[in-house]
């Protein structure tokens, strides 16, 4: 019996005897056949993740391929950091079971969809049972190896490696489980693993493979294992995009008073997905994500799919962000239902935006149109002082190539970039207090500001001196900072008159 079915059995709703309802047992007693089979199916995953992402991401994918009969292989999930242990022991005292509710809205219809997922077959902690970790290189089954270890993570950073003792890092652990695999299948070409790192950093594949590259440099390795490592294994680089919620604090209680069992692993997520992998598509017969009917694209290039996320989806985010929390908004769908906001961020995105992209139009409103509709999911409350953290290098990556693209081209300045623009540096006029850098909002109420110290020292400084300058000389003094911008702002015709002009209607309007 389950965890979770053994604790439904033992907390049925009142007024039935204890018993659960009988609805819920046919969907049960299912999930006890599929975790069955989990146990007695052969692991052909190892993850290295144990967080909500990855459970509401992949290791669903992997339960529908599962339900479906098209894929027949299970998870072995480790942590990447000894934190992770708690986590990974509840998954162990629910026998690897969780529940995953996704929520969103589907050709603006609210659509509610719950699974208890079962995929995990071993739950393992390299740092007290390292040896058993690294014996899972020895599966003869084993094809994938999956991670999300955040992108300081996947990093190379110099350390020891002492026979018997886990290592710290995410790469060097898979160095030396690379090493044990090498070794216990003698070099064997097709005994090569194809890596999948979801960590949201650029060409994620290939710095997996310099990191560990690097380890077996550092560790002196043999150079046959090294040929072996880059001429049979696959560090394939992806772009992964879904909001995961993780535990409904306010929600869960309710949830499961109707459900007749506890869940400390229930997760969300939205309906909304999107996985692209730049491999060839033959792929699919290891990993039949397409054929479960899941948004996973193996592609030839990335780069498409990179500039859609990063300049409509997060762009969008840094296009609202500072002028909404400035105006005394707090989440995202309060600003995508606000009259003039909503509508600020539409028109930026679809006249402005999605013109400097090289990228079929249509491509990009079909995307763009996805984007509206995830945030006004009823369903997620995303907060906006959470998306302003870091606002500065967001916005370099994010909306300045494509005020940027007009600069090149000699064209009118797009006045809704320019528009954010103004609003992130007078979101960044602030001063240091002792409970760090302070705003004041156009509403008169104070708020955090949170960037990389030199960051905020620098907009510190130059705000400070507001009562010395024009707000034309304070906007041309801000916009000339190159060591933020990477260029010199201030040299783009008429930028700094309209960023002042942005300043001031907003200081009459406050």
Same mark, same amino acid.
Request: overall charge negative.
């Given at each position: 019996?389950?965890?979770?079915?053994?604790?439904?059995?033992?907390?049925?709703?009142?007024?039935?005897?204890?018993?659960?309802?009988?609805?819920?047992?046919?969907?049960?007693?299912?999930?006890?056949?599929?975790?069955?089979?989990?146990?007695?199916?052969?692991?052909?995953?190892?993850?290295?993740?144990?967080?909500?992402?990855?459970?509401? %991401?992949?290791?669903?994918?992997?339960?529908?391929?599962?339900?479906?009969?098209?894929?027949?292989?299970? $998870?072995?999930?480790?942590?990447?950091?000894?934190?992770?242990?708690?986590?990974?022991?509840?998954?162990?005292?629910?026998?690897?079971?969780?529940?995953?509710?996704?929520?969103?809205?589907?050709?603006?219809?609210?659509?509610?969809?719950?699974?208890?997922?079962?995929?995990?077959?071993?739950?393992?902690?390299?740092?007290?049972?390292?040896?058993?970790?690294?014996?899972?290189?020895?599966?003869?089954?084993?094809?994938?190896?999956?991670?999300?270890?955040?992108?300081?993570?996947?990093?190379?950073?110099?350390?020891?490696?002492?026979?018997?003792?886990?290592?710290?890092?995410?790469?060097?652990?898979?160095?030396?489980?690379?090493?044990?695999?090498?070794?216990?299948?003698?070099?064997?070409?097709?005994?090569?693993? $194809?890596?999948?790192?979801?960590?949201?950093?650029?060409?994620?594949?290939?710095?997996?493979?310099?990191?560990?590259?690097?380890?077996?440099?550092?560790?002196?390795?043999?150079?046959?294992?090294?040929?072996?490592?880059?001429?049979?294994?696959?560090?394939?680089?992806?772009?992964?995009?879904?909001?995961?919620?993780?535990?409904?604090?306010?929600?869960?209680?309710?949830?499961?008073?109707?459900?007749?069992?506890?869940?400390?692993?229930?997760?969300?997520?939205?309906?909304?997905?999107?996985?692209?992998?730049?491999?060839?598509?033959?792929?699919?017969?290891?990993?039949?994500?397409?054929?479960?009917?899941?948004?996973?694209?193996?592609?030839?290039?990335?780069?498409?799919?990179?500039?859609?996320?990063?300049?409509?989806?997060?762009?969008?985010?840094?296009?609202?962000?500072?002028?909404?929390?400035?105006?005394?908004?707090?989440?995202?769908?309060?600003?995508?239902?606000?009259?003039?906001?909503?509508?600020?961020?539409?028109?930026?995105?679809?006249?402005?935006?999605?013109?400097?992209?090289?990228?079929?139009?249509?491509?990009?409103?079909?995307?763009?149109?996805?984007?509206?509709?995830? %945030?006004?999911?009823?369903? $997620?409350?995303?907060?906006?002082?959470?998306?302003?953290?870091?606002?500065?290098?967001?916005?370099?990556?994010?909306?300045?190539?494509?005020?940027?693209?007009?600069?090149?081209?000699?064209?009118?300045?797009?006045?809704?970039?320019?528009?954010?623009?103004?609003?992130?540096?007078?979101?960044?006029?602030?001063?240091?207090?002792?409970?760090?850098?302070?705003?004041?909002?156009?509403?008169?109420?104070?708020?955090?500001?949170?960037?990389?110290?030199?960051?905020?020292?620098?907009?510190?400084?130059?705000?400070?001196?507001?009562?010395?300058?024009?707000?034309?000389?304070?906007?041309?003094?801000?916009?000339?900072?190159?060591?933020?911008?990477?260029?010199?702002?201030?040299?783009?015709?008429?930028?700094?008159?309209?960023?002042?002009?942005?300043?001031?209607?907003?200081?009459?309007?406050?």
């Amino acid at each position: 019996m389950s965890v979770l079915q053994g604790k439904l059995a033992r907390t049925g709703k009142e007024g039935n005897g204890g018993a659960p309802e009988a609805h819920l047992l046919p969907c049960l007693s299912n999930s006890e056949q599929r975790l069955q089979q989990t146990m007695d199916d052969p692991v052909t995953v190892v993850q290295i993740g144990e967080g909500n992402f990855l459970r509401g %991401f992949f290791d669903w994918m992997i339960h529908e391929a599962r339900c479906q009969g098209i894929y027949q292989g299970s $998870i072995a999930v480790s942590q990447p950091r000894p934190s992770g242990k708690a986590k990974l022991d509840a998954l162990k005292r629910q026998n690897g079971q969780y529940t995953l509710v996704m929520r969103g809205l589907s050709d603006g219809v609210p659509v509610e969809r719950t699974e208890i997922i079962s995929v995990f077959s071993q739950m393992i902690d390299p740092y007290s049972e390292w040896d058993r970790f690294l014996r899972l290189a020895e599966q003869p089954h084993l094809q994938f190896v999956i991670s999300n270890t955040t992108e300081a993570g996947l990093v190379f950073c110099p350390e020891s490696m002492t026979e018997g003792e886990p290592v710290e890092s995410f790469p060097g652990k898979m160095t030396l489980f690379l090493y044990r695999r090498y070794l216990t299948f003698r070099g064997e070409p097709d005994k090569g693993l $194809i890596f999948l790192p979801c960590e949201l950093l650029e060409r994620n594949g290939d710095e997996l493979r310099d990191c560990i590259l690097r380890y077996c440099e550092d560790w002196g390795l043999p150079a046959p294992f090294i040929r072996w490592v880059n001429e049979h294994n696959r560090f394939l680089n992806s772009l992964v995009d879904r909001i995961v919620t993780g535990y409904p604090d306010t929600e869960a209680d309710a949830w499961f008073a109707e459900w007749g069992y506890r869940d400390d692993l229930l997760c969300t997520a939205e309906l909304y997905h999107l996985w692209a992998i730049e491999a060839e598509p033959e792929l699919e017969e290891k990993l039949p994500l397409r054929r479960a009917g899941l948004n996973v694209h193996w592609v030839d290039d990335l780069t498409e799919y990179r500039l859609l996320k990063v300049r409509l989806l997060n762009g969008a985010h840094t296009l609202m962000t500072p002028l909404a929390l400035l105006y005394g908004l707090e989440h995202v769908r309060e600003v995508m239902g606000h009259r003039e906001l909503g509508a600020f961020v539409r028109r930026t995105i679809e006249d402005e935006i999605i013109p400097s992209l090289p990228v079929p139009e249509a491509e990009s409103r079909r995307y763009a149109e996805s984007v509206y509709e995830r %945030f006004l999911n009823p369903f $997620i409350r995303h907060r906006l002082s959470d998306i302003a953290m870091n606002s500065v290098s967001k916005f370099k990556v994010r909306l300045l190539p494509s005020l940027l693209y007009y600069r090149d081209r000699g064209e009118t300045l797009p006045q809704g970039l320019v528009r954010a623009f103004a609003g992130l540096l007078r979101y960044y006029r602030v001063s240091r207090t002792e409970k760090g850098y302070e705003g004041i909002s156009l509403n008169g109420d104070k708020y955090r500001v949170n960037d990389d110290r030199n960051v905020m020292e620098t907009f510190a400084y130059v705000w400070g001196q507001e009562q010395t300058m024009s707000w034309v000389e304070l906007a041309r003094r801000l916009l000339g900072l190159e060591n933020l911008w990477g260029t010199d702002l201030a040299a783009i015709a008429d930028l700094s008159e309209a960023v002042a002009g942005h300043w001031e209607r907003m200081e009459m309007r406050g």
